[in-house]
């Protein structure tokens, strides 16, 4: 699949930026009395989705239009961008610093294209291309989705000196409320009704992709700038971003990892323009000095820069080692992104990934006790590779790994969430009857060699991971468990993995997703007040309640009673501004350019709620997407947001 934005290259964002926006701090670059008269809106963004089903969901974005009550239409974004959602499931992404009018913006049109779409759903644990339609079973090309900001969160930007006036526009696309897969068919078909809601603070906690070529760094300061090159781009510039580094941001550059001053001192001294690099970041809005007048700064966690995140020499391919024969892996659902060709392709055959003593291997944001190697890869691992790729004559993708040639070979050691049913726990360890690592089923994964002989290789079946210091949440056998972290190193099992984190089922990101049958319902709850819904489950359209906790997958009518839905808590920053606002929408979600209605968005559960009433009334719901967090023993859902499809 070819980036649009090759070919409509012409129609680039300028984004004019003032150098006080760097830091985000100060009200104006200058003492004087001119209003710039723009303010920046540093647009992002994500997905809502449960991982289960979608394993490639390639479109293209088009464009960002905001709607001002001064100005009328203002294109925010107009560069085309190739965006896999399922990427961004478990983070957001920076997709411009766009220069706007000062005025207040009530709503944006997010268009789609999907001409070229390239998407793919799980089929018995492989990935399998669908047949895209829309509702009237046409093929889709441009779609349009009108969304609105909250009444009382309006994006606001104020009269300024300079361009320093700087606020978020966060935009979510929900992918469970957006298409509906019928797997009757062969291959299986995908309708599409794209929704999507804007809102001025993010409702979720997920670090930030900040990606760009660097221009310049400060080491004293602590911080290094970058051209905002978002996704796949590799030819515009959709404006400029400050990163804040601190003493424990890990940096990884050239095949090794650095913790604070030492990485960004390397950073500091490779090519400006041409080091491409990858801040993986928080957000804090931060007040100015000028009343009223906010900004904001990106915090990174850890940056991934130059030939370890990419380059025009080699190619790059992520996906999830399903086995390893020798020094060959085999990668399920594997994405190619040639930079150079500037192609992205979904690879829905098994690639191969060649590897060697010499190839180059890392793990994102953590500084490893010692060197990694080619066989800290094991069965089991998601990793993004980089080296040259081929399609043997048998069609199998390969990317050439080793090192050996004249590109150099590398291999990310990314982090993995594996999951099944406790059998046992002690100190330091647990054992699992394993059911799925990043969300394929434990079946499809092969992994002899992972032991230190084939009589010790792991198996789904006993499964054992080493927690380390961690504290185990309470549980006991037969309760589902949760753990992030690495595969052990190929050959050295057990344990089979090496845990990072061990989150409670109340902490693991959960979606409530509802269907309704036919056209719907107009009354789809049995409570609906301002301290929460509770989905009907005897409403005779009441078609199918699923409860996704990670990779686990629970049918709501077998649980005691419908769960309750209630809002999440809004998050302030240390200074008092809107960290993150939990958002709740309801609208009828996009058919094509220009005809669908507004998808109306609430940061407050009991303006929503009074919404809803006055909805329901005369139109009905087909659809519930959730996402927050469950508590399985209060029977309680706590939502970040909740979008309802008419």
């Known amino acids: ?30 003492h004087n009395n ?16 449960d991982g289960a089903q979608f394993t490639s969901y390639l479109v293209t974005v088009d464009s960002v239009v905001l709607i001002g009550k001064l100005n009328g239409s203002i294109t925010a974004v107009a560069v085309p961008e190739t965006v896999d959602f399922t990427k961004l499931t478990d983070l957001s992404e920076l997709w411009a610093t766009a220069s706007l009018p000062v005025d207040t913006y009530t709503s944006a049109i997010i268009t789609l294209d999907y001409t070229n779409a390239q998407i793919s759903v799980m089929v018995n644990g492989a990935p399998v291309k669908v047949t895209v339609v829309d509702p009237t079973g046409a093929v889709p090309t441009t779609v349009a989705v009108n969304a609105t900001f909250d009444p009382n969160n309006l994006l606001v930007l104020q009269p300024t000196f300079a361009t320093s006036n700087a606020l978020r526009l966060a935009v979510n696309f929900d992918i469970s409320a957006s298409n509906s897969v019928n797997l009757a068919t062969s291959p299986p078909t995908l309708t599409v009704k794209p929704y999507m809601t804007v809102s001025t603070a993010a409702a979720d906690s997920k670090l930030i992709r900040v990606r760009g070529p660097l221009i310049n760094s400060s080491v004293n300061t602590g911080t290094y ?3 905002v090159r978002p996704f796949f781009d590799e030819v515009n510039s959709l404006g400029t971003n400050t990163i804040f580094n601190d003493a424990n941001t890990v940096y990884t550059f050239g095949g090794l990892a650095y913790v604070g001053t030492p990485g960004l001192t390397l950073l500091s001294q490779s090519s400006a323009g041409s080091t491409e690099t990858a801040a ?29 995140l990419e380059d025009f020499f080699t190619e790059g391919l992520e996906g999830d080692v399903i086995a390893r024969s020798g020094n060959t892996l085999t990668v399920r659902g594997g994405t190619l992104f040639a930079n150079a060709a500037q192609v992205v392709q979904y690879e829905n055959l098994d690639s191969q990934v060649l590897i060697s003593p010499a190839t180059l291997v890392t793990e994102d944001g953590v500084a490893p006790p010692g060197p990694l190697n080619y066989n800290s890869i094991a069965v089991g ?22 090192g050996v040639s004249t590109d150099t070979g590398s291999v990310r050691i990314q982090s993995t969430e594996v999951f099944g049913s406790l059998l046992s726990a002690a100190s330091g360890s647990a054992t699992l009857n394993l059911q799925a690592i ?61 845990a990072s984190a061990a989150p409670a089922e109340s902490s693991v990101h959960a979606t ?80 094509s350019t220009g005809a669908a209605s507004s998808i109306l968005s609430f940061n407050g559960f009991g303006a929503y709620v009074t919404q809803l009433t006055t909805t329901f009334a005369t139109t009905a719901a087909t659809r519930l997407v959730a996402r927050g967090f469950y508590n399985r023993a209060a029977n309680v859902f706590t939502a970040s947001s909740v979008d309802i499809v008419l």
């Open 225 to 227: 700038t970058l051209v």
């Open 34 to 49: 001119l209003d710039s008269g723009f303010g920046v809106a540093w647009t992002s963004l994500t997905t809502t989705d």
């Open 512 to 591: 409530l997703q509802v269907a309704w049958t036919g056209s719907g319902t107009t009354a789809p709850f049995s409570t609906l007040t301002s301290a929460g819904i509770t989905v009907d489950l005897a409403n005779p359209a009441f078609g199918s309640g699923q409860l996704r906790i990670g990779a686990e997958n629970i049918d709501i009518k077998t649980l005691s009673a419908s769960p309750s839905i209630v809002p999440a808590a809004d998050a302030p920053a240390a200074n008092g501004l809107p960290l993150f606002v939990p958002l709740f929408s309801v609208g009828a979600g996009a058919v």
């Open 280 to 308: 993986f970041t928080t957000f804090e809005p931060m007040p100015t000095t000028a009343p009223g007048i906010n900004a904001g700064v990106f915090h990174s966690v850890y940056v991934v820069a130059g030939g370890t």
């Open 381 to 402: 691992q998601h990793i993004t590779a980089r080296g040259l790729y081929s399609v043997s004559p048998a069609g199998v993708p390969t990317l050439d790994s080793t």
């Open 1 to 30: 699949m070819h980036s649009s934005f090759k070919n409509k290259s012409g129609n680039r964002l300028v984004a004019l930026l003032c150098a006080c926006v760097f830091g985000l701090i100060a009200a104006g670059c200058h």
């Open 438 to 498: 990043e969300n394929w089923p434990a079946s499809v994964y092969n992994f002899a060699g992972n032991g230190v002989s084939a009589a010790q290789d792991p198996t789904a079946a006993n499964f054992i991971v080493n927690t380390g210091a961690l504290t185990l949440p309470t549980a006991t056998a037969g309760d589902p468990a949760w753990f992030d972290g690495v595969l052990a190193p190929y050959g050295t099992a057990p344990p089979a993995f090496l």
